[in-house]
């Protein structure tokens, strides 16, 4: 999932609504000069009246939506939600990505431990930044922050087109105290799905939304090689290849904890040379500690977390 990726009153922009004008224009008309009338009248033909165009009315498509009946906890994200009923749903240690039957309305709950020092609008302006290279035509309402609670927010909603279709949607960043940064992303496809029902799916999910305490998960497995991971000798074998490898290794450093359960930050640091493969090199971060980590994706091993560090859910599992 690599939509970058996020409660308050918005301005909602318009998707594609076409603007019709109607301009009354006066002016003079020329008239006939009249022609005297015959002594004799004439029985003339009472003129038949045109009668008006009847207004064909197209009804408008209606989307149900409704909250499924069990919520969503991720527990590595720090959130809990309520999904749409009969939307497909796929979860991660990230987060969780919703679609639509149709696939054109998408949801995306993304959580990230906070960077010291930027702001909730710093980071909307990264997300913008995105967007406005993904799509055509791409404008944005000013940012509106609130803080519901201990819980800051920060919101934009977009338009914008991808392959000549419109597409609209909203993105929000939620800022909870001591916990990830969750993006909450709804994003609708064709022209007026967005008030039809993408609108309506972000507030069904955005209204369900609570967070939690990440805690340490008292069953994660810990290596006993102080090397497991930090060397690339002994790097962590993700397993899932070129098409899996990088989600399952980004789910792998989600679930990651510091020693006293600090959040952890990480970022794709290159790549290494070992024993004839190439490994990927992520650097985390957890309060001032940096370390490196080093994953192969085309081998699997039953994962565990490197020694003197935690996690806060499961691992990836072993590939299919």
Not at 164 to 192: C, F
Not at 210 to 233: K, R, V
Request: with cysteine; net charge negative.
């Amino acid at each position: 999932m690599n939509i970058n990726p996020h409660l308050r009153k918005l301005i909602l922009a318009a998707l594609s609504l076409p603007l019709i004008a109607c301009m009354a224009v006066s002016g003079l008309i020329a008239t006939a000069t009249p022609s005297p009338i015959p002594l004799t009248s004439t029985a003339t033909t009472k003129p038949t009246r045109t009668p008006k165009p009847t207004a064909t009315i197209t009804s408008t498509p209606f989307y149900k939506v409704e909250p499924a009946r069990a919520p969503v906890s991720v527990a590595a994200g720090g959130f809990k939600f309520v999904p749409v009923k009969g939307y497909d749903v796929e979860e991660s240690n990230g987060g969780a990505f919703l679609q639509s039957d149709d696939e054109m309305v998408i949801i995306l709950l993304e959580a990230y431990a906070p960077s010291s020092g930027i702001s909730l609008k710093r980071l909307m302006g990264f997300v913008l930044n995105n967007l406005e290279q993904r799509y055509k035509s791409f404008s944005a309402t000013d940012p509106i922050t609130t803080e519901v609670g201990d819980v800051k927010n920060i919101s934009i909603d977009f338009t914008g087109e991808e392959d000549h279709d419109p597409i609209a949607g909203r993105v929000t960043i939620y800022e909870p105290l001591n916990g990830k940064l969750v993006y909450l992303t709804v994003l609708a496809k064709d022209d007026q799905r967005w008030e039809r029902e993408g609108q309506k799916a972000y507030e069904q999910v955005a209204g369900s939304l609570s967070f939690l305490p990440i805690e340490p998960w008292q069953a994660c497995p810990i290596h006993t090689n102080p090397g497991y991971g930090t060397s690339a000798d002994y790097p962590i074998r993700i397993g899932g290849g070129l098409a899996q490898g990088a989600p399952r290794t980004r789910d792998y450093l989600d679930a990651l904890l510091g020693p006293r359960g600090e959040l952890v930050e990480y970022f794709h640091s290159g790549n290494a040379e070992a024993n004839g493969k190439t490994l990927d090199e992520y650097t985390i971060i957890y309060e001032s500690t940096f370390r490196k980590l080093y994953f192969d994706i085309y081998e699997y091993d039953s994962l565990r977390a490197p020694l003197g560090m935690q996690c806060s859910a499961r691992l990836p599992a072993a590939v299919r």
